[in-house]
């Protein structure tokens, strides 16, 4: 009888080492996890929003085109060259449901209409057709009540309707996308619409304005040095590798 109790045990106490094995791996995997949780990158590179930072508006609206709302943010989350915050940068729409690009991409906004912190610069970007925009008074009167506290308020490409709908900028300095200039001056007389096919970029005053699509870019990088210096403006035109795109050589 004392044969079998003795295997009995042995098979027990290496039941047991084998669990508590089990848990040490399970504990080892749980603690790396956790780890893995912490540094992940998405919640690393979030950049809080902080009060005493001028704050950059984007806006949104269905069918928008990306490359408007990606240029100004591209240029201003962008870090000093010691990787200081200098600007918070939000997205902000009529409503919070995602708004659909023109491309078909998703953007999930920041803020709503309703509860928009005060902006120090509102970006107003374009759609291939503004019919919707331009009637929507909800946008137009945002864009009316922003630009009562904004330092800046910039318009790029078809953006430029939505300004010359709200009468904002009347009496100033603005230009369009590349063919839209004619149309625009016919719209909004008070406009001091330029000749869309000679400039890309405009400055009158607090009103910014271009061409859009890409050029967004250099309307987001002239109120960035603005706001800044033409160092920092240097150093984030390194950092986005704008020289590679301007003076690109194939091997």
């Not at 109790?5 to 080492?17: D, E, G, I, K, W």
């Not at 970006?123 to 945002?142: G, L, R, T, W």
């Not at 033409?230 to 590798?241: K, P, Q, T, W």
């Amino acid at each position: 009888m004392k044969t079998p109790l003795v295997l009995l045990l042995a098979v027990l106490l290496s039941s047991c080492n084998t669990n508590k094995s089990k848990n040490s791996v399970n504990g080892e995997e749980s603690e790396n996890q956790s780890t893995t949780i912490q540094s992940d990158t998405l919640t690393k590179h979030l950049k809080p929003f902080k009060e005493d930072l001028p704050t950059i508006g984007l806006l949104m609206y269905n069918g928008v085109l990306q490359s408007e709302v990606v240029a100004t943010s591209d240029v201003f989350a962008k870090p000093t060259a010691d990787g200081e915050q200098l600007f918070n940068v939000i997205t902000i729409a009529e409503t919070e449901n995602p708004i659909t690009t023109e491309e078909g991409m998703h953007f999930v906004p920041d803020y709503t209409f309703d509860n928009c912190p005060k902006l120090t610069a509102l970006f107003v970007p374009s759609a291939y057709d503004m019919y919707a925009q331009v009637h929507n008074e909800k946008i137009v009167e945002f864009i009316k009540r922003k630009n009562e506290e904004t330092q800046y308020t910039v318009s790029n490409c078809a953006g430029a309707q939505l300004i010359g709908k709200s009468g904002i900028a009347d009496g100033k300095k603005i230009v369009t996308w590349i063919g839209g200039g004619e149309q625009l001056q016919k719209d909004y007389p008070n406009l001091k619409v330029q000749n869309d096919s000679l400039v890309t970029f405009v400055k009158d005053g607090k009103f910014y304005s271009s061409n859009g699509n890409l050029a967004s870019y250099i309307s987001a990088l002239n109120l960035l040095e603005t706001m800044t210096s033409n160092e920092h403006r240097a150093f984030v035109e390194s950092y986005l590798y704008l020289d590679r795109l301007q003076n690109w050589k194939e091997d």
